[in-house]
């Protein structure tokens, strides 16, 4: 019987972030980023971002990840 290990996590994420690549491109190219907030969940401190990657006029990365919002720290302020 053959067993097949479980893919972690960042295996599944690091695979589709490489299926999302359009196009190879070289060491040294200018790549432009563009980030754009798309839904932002307060409940359960998720945002959902679209990011588009560009060099020149040309698409080479193009998708959408969920990322998860640590809590904002309560701060303390000295008594006095």
Do not use: Q, Y
Request: proline letters at 6%.
């Amino acid at each position: 019987m053959l067993t097949v290990p479980r893919r972690s996590d960042a295996d599944r994420k690091a695979a589709a972030l490489a299926r999302s690549w359009k196009r190879l491109e070289e060491i040294g190219d200018v790549v432009d980023v563009g980030v754009e907030v798309v839904d932002l969940t307060e409940k359960n401190r998720r945002v959902r971002l679209h990011c588009e990657c560009r060099v020149g006029d040309r698409v080479v990365l193009d998708g959408e990840g969920v990322l998860s919002v640590p809590p904002t720290p309560k701060l303390k302020f000295p008594a006095g």
